[in-house]
Every structure is written in structure tokens, then in C-alpha cells.
T-cell receptor, first 111, second 117 residues
Framework: GQQVMQIPQYQHVQEGEDFTTYCNSSTTLSNIQWYKQRPGGHPVFLIQLVKSGEVKKQKRLTFQFGEAKKNSSLHITATQTTDVGTYFC???????????FGKGTSLLVTP | EAGVAQSPRYKIIEKRQSVAFWCNPISGHATLYWYQQILGQGPKLLIQ????????DSQLPKDRFSAERLKGVDSTLKIQPAKLEDSAVYLC???????????????FGPGTRLTVL
């Protein structure tokens, strides 16, 4: 079945450094969503990408959806300690309802 | 606006016992999801309801897990009997979309942390 792979699994950066996490699917996706989960918390929706090659920005966060709609990335510029958490991508099937979540990338930011 | 409510927040049981979780979605949300999140992994969809009908339960271990949403609002998820590998956080989410499509934004509850000894 459809699998969504995320790399890296962990990333430790100094505050002010950039951070990128990548999401890859074995099949073409209809859409991709990104969620953030703080330690001990629950996933919180960040953004959705639907169009091939789409790029969206939220302040220091930049989200991209690949041309083939099989991969996506989240880039954070100049990380802050408030960015700490696990970032999940979730891909939607072309035919179907469910979102398949990746295993997430855990980001640790030290001051 | 109140968020998704779940109870209990924590539960410890012994293997072979039964357990039930409750979820109250955001008011007016037609779609309700139950996810299992094992430590270090992403949420795995167990079942998706559209109002009180099941849209997707392909990953629900039906020999031991059951879920219902009788009046299209609250939902319960039951495990009977529990196994050690069922230790996880069980997340409930809801979305306002009426189609249940994957493009709907999902709003997650705080989860129930289950430990099976």
C-alpha cells in the first residue's frame, strides 16, 4: 500500500540555523498536509499543498510539493527554540479518503 | 470554540483486559477519525466515520478493536482483549468537511495514553 517516508528521523540544530525535512511517497499523492506535534502534545495542522510544484510560506516556514506530487519538503529558516517538536507529513491517496502519516522528523533546537 | 475532547487521558491495564476510549468532536464536525500513535511513529488511521457511517476501517484489527458513532456525534473505541503491542496513544480527530476527503483539515484531541502490562 501507499507509504510515506520522512527523513531525517531526528535533527539537532543550534538556534538560528536552518532546518529541512523531506517527505517521499511511493505513489502519486492527491495532496499533502504538514502537522507539528510538540513534546507531549497532539498534532496541529500547519498547511496543505494540493498543486504540482506548489510552494507556500508561513513566516519562517517554506513548504514545497514536488512536480510529480510524490515528494514534499518543509524548510525552517533561522530556527528558534519554539520550533522544537516533531513535524509530520501526511499524504492523501489519489483515490480514497485516508491520510497516511510519515514517521515524522523530531527537531531539537538548542540556544 | 471547544476542541476535540477525549477521555480518559491515561489508562493502565493488564493484557487480556478490555478498555474503552471516548471522543467528543468539535461541534458540527461531520467526520471523525481514530488514530493509533505508537511511540516514535506517526499516527496510523484505525477508522474514519462520516457522520455515523464508516468510510475507512481497513487498518482496524477487527478481531479485537471495535468503534462506533451511533448518533453521528460522540464515538467510542474499544479494545477487547488488549495485547502488549496495543500500548500507544489513541488520538481522536475531527474535520468539518462533509465529504470525508483527505483534503479536509483535521483537528486532533489530546489523546489517551494506553499502557498494557
Amino acid at each position: 500500500g501507499q507509504q510515506v517516508m520522512q527523513i531525517p528521523q531526528y535533527q539537532h540544530v543550534q538556534e538560528g540555523e536552518d532546518f529541512t525535512t523531506y517527505c517521499n511517497s511511493s505513489t502519486t499523492l492527491s495532496n499533502i498536509q504538514w502537522y507539528k506535534q510538540r513534546p507531549g502534545g497532539h498534532p496541529v495542522f500547519l498547511i496543505q499543498l494540493v498543486k504540482s510544484g506548489e510552494v507556500k510560506k508561513q513566516k519562517r516556514l517554506t513548504f514545497q510539493f514536488g512536480e510529480a506530487k510524490k515528494n514534499s519538503s518543509l524548510h525552517i529558516t533561522a530556527t528558534q527554540t519554539t520550533d522544537v517538536g516533531t513535524y509530520f507529513c501526511a499524504g492523501g491517496k489519489v483515490s480514497g479518503y485516508a491520510l497516511n502519516f510519515g514517521k515524522g522528523t523530531s527537531l531539537l533546537v538548542t540556544p | 470554540e471547544a476542541g476535540v475532547a477525549q477521555s480518559p487521558r491515561y489508562k493502565i491495564i493488564e493484557k487480556r483486559q478490555s478498555v474503552a476510549f471516548w471522543c467528543n468532536p468539535i461541534s458540527g464536525h461531520a467526520t471523525l477519525y481514530w488514530y493509533q500513535q505508537i511511540l516514535g511513529q506517526g499516527p496510523k488511521l484505525l477508522i474514519q466515520f462520516q457522520n455515523n457511517g464508516v468510510v475507512d476501517d481497513s487498518q482496524l484489527p477487527k478481531d479485537r478493536f471495535s468503534a462506533e458513532r451511533l448518533k453521528g456525534v460522540d464515538s467510542t473505541l474499544k479494545i477487547q482483549p488488549a495485547k502488549l503491542e496495543d500500548s500507544a496513544v489513541y488520538l481522536c480527530a475531527s474535520s468539518p468537511g462533509t465529504s470525508g476527503a483527505s483534503t479536509d483539515t483535521q483537528y486532533f484531541g489530546p489523546g489517551t495514553r494506553l499502557t498494557v502490562l
